[in-house]
């Protein structure tokens, strides 16, 4: 599938992993809906350094389901493509409920939403995972767990949604370090990868967009994580 012209919709998308693929679909030649919740500086700025034209940007809290509900009409746009990027890690069991539904619900019900467009052919649809939720075991925590939940939902609505739309899963290992993590112990988290090296942002840009391109790929969960699943 060509991306030239179709209108991609990325949450999270104003800064980091999100803003990576802004730039990556917008160098493709699709047009770009940024959406963003806190960073909206962010997403104005990029809005002025992307390639191409009609890029708009897009303010939601996905923690608030009435605002996943509505975050596909607002855009006003037939969304060719949706990449589910926006995250919420979480460290404290108080936020439980709040990861599961950023990381959970509300991508589900932007799936839902995409889905019901009038007019949409050929859609497609990215959900980011956690290649340590592809694990044979994985971690007992809530944000993996969110991850597994999601994933399982990926091949689910991939299912369901055929042969309308395709939907495919990519799992990165660490890329970037959470921004309340240390620089320095990135460097720590790398070396325990069985391939000692953290994974290349460009590289997981053109993963991104060969599972948006590739028409004979749907229910697809791919690792690109330097092995991180495998441990
Ligand atoms: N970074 C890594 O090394 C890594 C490793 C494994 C998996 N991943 C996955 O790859 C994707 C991108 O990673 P990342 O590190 O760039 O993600 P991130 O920085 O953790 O989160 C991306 C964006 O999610 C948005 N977000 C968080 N809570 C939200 C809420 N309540 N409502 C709406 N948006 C919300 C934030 O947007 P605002 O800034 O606008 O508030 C944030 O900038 C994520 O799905 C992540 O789980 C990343």
Not at 153 to 160: L, N, Q
Request: hydrophobic fraction near 45%; proline fraction near 6%.
């Amino acid at each position: 599938m060509d991306l030239a012209g179709k209108r991609v919709l990325i949450t999270g998308g104003a800064v980091r992993v999100g803003a990576a693929l802004a730039e990556g679909f917008a160098r493709s030649g699709a047009k770009i809906s940024i959406h963003y919740r806190r960073s909206a500086e962010e997403a104005e700025r990029l809005l002025c350094t992307l390639p191409g034209e009609e890029h708009d940007c897009i303010a939601a809290d996905l923690s608030d389901p009435e605002e996943a509900q509505t975050l596909i009409a607002r855009t006003g746009h037939c969304i060719d493509i949706l990449v589910n990027n926006a995250s919420y890690y979480v460290r404290d069991a108080a936020d439980a409920a709040v990861c599961r539904q950023v990381n959970v619900f509300s991508p589900v019900e932007l799936m839902t939403q995409f889905s019901a467009q009038e007019g949409l052919e050929n859609g497609v649809i990215l959900n980011f995972l956690d290649g340590a939720a592809l694990r044979a075991v994985p971690d007992g925590d809530f944000y993996t767990a969110s991850r597994v939940e999601f994933a399982r939902m990926t091949v689910e609505f991939a299912r369901r949604f055929a042969p309308k739309i395709r939907v495919n899963g990519i799992a990165p290992g660490p890329v970037l370090p959470p921004v309340w993590l240390p620089e320095s112990r990135m460097a720590n988290i790398s070396q325990k990868l069985p391939l000692k090296h953290p994974v290349d942002l460009t590289e997981l840009v053109e993963t991104a967009l060969l599972l948006c391109r590739a028409e004979s790929m749907t229910g697809v969960l791919l690792p690109v994580d330097c092995g991180l699943h495998l441990t």
